[in-house]
């Protein structure tokens, strides 16, 4: 498979998932309180939020080296 038809697969795939899903959710542990051999820790959720425009512009770059590519 040519390295071209493989990266444009990758985009489009990758383009769709960031239309699906709009950001990336993680969860990280903090320490409310410390006190001596006391602590306190709670998980708290974020969001790394994606905007429509990546995954339009990785959709339509994937389409374009697919197209490029079956040209040759």
Do not use: C, H, S
């Not at 410390?34 to 974020?46: E, H, W, Y």
């Not at 790394?48 to 374009?64: D, K, N, T, W």
């Amino acid at each position: 498979m040519k390295t071209n038809t493989l990266i444009g697969i990758v985009l489009i795939v990758v383009g769709i998932i960031a239309f699906a899903y709009q950001g990336i959710t993680y969860t990280t542990r903090e320490k409310v309180v410390d006190l001596g051999p006391l602590q306190v820790t709670a998980d708290k959720t974020r969001t790394f939020p994606l905007p429509p425009i990546v995954g339009g512009i990785a959709l339509v770059g994937g389409i374009l080296l697919l197209v490029k590519g079956g040209n040759k």
